[in-house]
């Protein structure tokens, strides 16, 4: 262990810096026009060390989370800073689901947690404490998961996701323990700023408030940040965009957090509805609308790598990105469950679902080769129903989400995702329903699905939208770049006239577990 | 002598029970309480109640005004 931390740390901080910031990590292809590390030679630009760490974390390569599972486990109640977004009363509006109460486990029914849903699920290659409050402000217990679980699950990378303020005290500790990611959560630079988002700290048993707070919480965040870059230890930073307050902020934001080494920025939109009764919720303060996140988002990609895959998940996620399955692992069941660990078993399984990667990104440089010579200026934005895998392989009334793709002439671009929910239970589909993914697809010209009904399909043809149900059980990119090639030859000889479409709607509130 | 931990407004979330120079918190029923025999008001450790500091909740840790206030001894 303490071998393998010595490899990929350094004596020079500012070479590690200069080294983790200065590639541009997974799925930049479009923008940048460099291989991504979903490249078909695997790596891309990426040092092998980092690639090693991202190829199969979920949250770290957009790639890997069509793929990948992580799970989060709930052994971290306390928080140490109050944050204007999230209400203690349920949980953590942002970092977690609102409005769903997580199980608090134990250390150890954690560990058997973590063992029984990697038996069932091999591609599950990550283990995230995540809170539902700090894991560093409840140390004890964080630390003693991290270490039961390298006992019983060694081949299980380990993750945690800190608000920052005892991250300078915890480093070592961290890295010790063969951490290989951390995200920090990062909303502001100035305390000024921060004052509008954080009430108060607690930190060496008192209480802070206003700009005083804010400016130890950011110097503890960005210290922490260099010191876990020196380490080696790859760094995410989120950041939760609030219109008004901090949107134009964020872009300081970026580039404070890319010069001291984050490998990647994910800003996320703002959940404030008023059920969740925090402070944002009931001060009407708004979340962005997806074009808003998207400009941002957007800004940000010239400076470093941008996640726009990230389901801001609850504390007690199971599961791939955008799929919950933490309703099959409640205690009673784990506790009944008779697990064997089978390393084996878990490798081969996730060798394959590496072939299956490498099939899909192969696929997508074959077509997207064949758009070379293309010239259009045209860049337009379209919706998958997936179930993972990289396949167009969801029916488009049992879709919870949508994933958005942008595809121009330099490719196809994963840009985000859009939850609808279940729009159709037991065979039929609601009016209302229908409605509401419209109105979160809004933006896109085309939705792609593995099938789809007549009604649906006309009325989304109403509204502008190409429901697409012939590329079903195909790659998502190689597909969507066949239909653009066409949707430009059809520009092109006259036969449809290519018009903008307009802003989409966020969809607020939780995502319930279906299982 | 003691303050108490208003149950229908505790969210269950631990950080008191940690702070407490007294390990006078404990859980009890998924939310926390204080044993006002064990609790100090944290005089003698510490300026302000740290119960009442790290508690998510406004006025969630309060005063038992059934106990007579704590007297530090001389």
Same mark, same amino acid.
């Given at each position: 262990m303490v071998e393998m931390i010595a490899q990929t740390s350094s004596p020079n901080i500012d070479a590690v810096i200069q080294q983790v910031a200065g590639h541009k990590g997974c799925g930049t292809t479009a923008n940048s026009g460099k291989a991504s590390c979903g490249s078909a030679a695997g790596q891309g630009d990426l040092p092998a060390a980092i690639w090693e760490k991202v190829k199969n974390h979920p949250c770290y390569s957009e790639e890997a989370h069509h793929h990948f599972a992580r799970m989060h486990v709930?052994?971290?109640?306390?928080?140490?800073?109050?944050?204007?977004?999230?209400?203690?009363?349920?949980?953590?509006?942002?970092? %977690?689901?609102?409005?769903?109460?997580?199980?608090?486990?134990?250390?150890?029914?954690?560990?058997?947690?973590?063992?029984?849903?990697?038996?069932? &699920?091999?591609? =599950?290659?990550? /283990?995230?404490?995540?809170?539902?409050?700090?894991?560093?402000?409840?140390?004890?217990k964080t630390f003693e998961t991290f270490g039961l679980v390298a006992q019983g699950a060694p081949d299980i990378k380990l993750c945690l996701s800190t608000n920052g303020l005892m991250l300078p005290e915890y480093v070592d500790r961290i890295a010790q323990y063969n951490i290989g990611h951390?995200?920090?959560?990062?909303?502001?630079?100035?305390?000024?700023?921060?004052?509008?988002?954080?009430?108060? &700290?607690?930190?060496?048993?008192?209480?802070?408030t206003g700009v005083e707070a804010a400016r130890i919480l950011t110097d503890h965040q960005l210290r922490g940040l260099e010191m876990l870059t020196a380490r080696g230890i790859l760094c995410k930073v989120? %950041?939760?965009?609030?219109?008004?307050?901090?949107?134009?902020?964020?872009?300081?934001?970026?580039?404070?957090?890319?010069?001291?080494?984050?490998? /990647?920025?994910?800003? =996320?939109?703002?959940?404030?509805?008023? !059920?969740?009764? *925090?402070?944002?919720?009931?001060?009407?303060?708004?979340?962005?609308?997806?074009?808003?996140?998207?400009? /941002?988002?957007?800004?940000?990609?010239?400076?470093?790598? =941008?996640?726009?895959?990230?389901?801001?998940?609850?504390?007690?996620?199971?599961?791939?990105?955008g799929e919950d399955r933490s309703a099959e692992f409640t205690t009673d069941k784990i506790m009944a469950m008779d697990v064997t660990y089978d390393l084996d078993a878990r490798r081969v399984y996730q060798e394959a679902v590496e072939e299956e990667r490498q099939a899909k990104s192969a696929a997508k440089h074959e077509e997207l080769s064949k758009l070379a010579g293309e010239e259009s200026d045209i860049s337009l934005l379209v919706a998958v129903a997936t179930k993972g895998s990289g396949l167009i392989n969801e029916h488009f009334g049992h879709a919870k989400e949508f994933q958005i793709y942008e595809l121009s002439t330099s490719g196809a671009?994963?840009?985000?995702?859009?939850?609808?929910?279940?729009?159709?239970?037991?065979?039929?589909? !609601? !009016?209302?329903?229908?409605? *509401?993914?419209?109105h979160a697809i809004n933006d896109c010209h085309a939705v792609f699905v593995a099938k789809i009904g007549g009604c649906p399909k006309?009325?989304?043809?109403?509204?502008?939208?190409?429901?697409?149900?012939?590329?079903?059980? !195909?790659? &998502?990119?190689? %597909?969507?770049?066949?239909?653009?090639?066409?949707? /430009?030859?059809?520009?092109a000889s006259g036969g449809i006239k290519h018009v903008n479409r307009g802003d989409a709607q966020i969809r607020q509130g939780a995502l319930i577990s279906a299982a | 002598?003691?303050?108490?931990?208003?149950?229908?407004?505790?969210?269950?979330?631990?950080?008191?029970?940690?702070?407490?120079?007294?390990?006078?918190?404990?859980?009890?029923?998924?939310?926390?309480?204080?044993?006002?025999?064990k609790c100090t008001e944290c005089i003698g450790y510490f300026e302000t109640a740290q119960c009442v500091a790290v508690c998510p909740v406004d006025d969630t840790c309060v005063i038992d005004n059934s106990y007579p206030r704590y007297q530090p001894k001389a």
């Open positions: 709930a052994v971290a109640p306390a928080c140490n800073i109050q944050c204007n977004y999230c209400n203690r009363k349920y949980d953590c509006a942002n970092e %977690s689901r609102p409005g769903v109460v997580s199980e608090k486990l134990t250390p150890a029914q954690a560990a058997k947690k973590v063992v029984a849903v990697a038996s069932v &699920i091999p591609q =599950m290659t990550v /283990l995230g404490i995540a809170g539902p409050g700090d894991p560093l402000a409840n140390p004890a951390v995200t920090i959560t990062i909303n502001m630079v100035d305390p000024e700023i921060g004052a509008r988002i954080y009430p108060w &700290i607690f930190y060496n048993h008192k209480r802070y989120n %950041s939760v965009m609030i219109p008004g307050i901090n949107d134009k902020h964020l872009i300081e934001v970026n580039k404070a957090v890319k010069s001291r080494g984050a490998f /990647l920025h994910n800003i =996320m939109p703002l959940i404030s509805a008023p !059920e969740h009764g *925090t402070v944002f919720g009931l001060n009407g303060q708004r979340g962005p609308s997806a074009q808003e996140l998207k400009a /941002l988002q957007d800004d940000c990609q010239g400076e470093m790598n =941008m996640m726009r895959h990230c389901r801001q998940c609850r504390a007690d996620a199971v599961g791939l990105l671009k994963f840009a985000g995702h859009r939850r609808v929910d279940m729009y159709c239970q037991g065979g039929y589909g !609601e !009016e209302d329903t229908l409605d *509401t993914v419209i006309a009325d989304l043809t109403a509204a502008g939208i190409e429901a697409v149900d012939g590329y079903a059980h !195909e790659f &998502i990119e190689k %597909s969507a770049l066949v239909w653009f090639k066409k949707y /430009l030859a059809k520009v | 002598m003691a303050y108490k931990i208003v149950a229908s407004q505790c969210t269950g979330c631990s950080a008191c029970e940690a702070e407490c120079p007294n390990a006078a918190i404990r859980e009890k029923g998924g939310t926390f309480i204080i044993d006002p025999k």
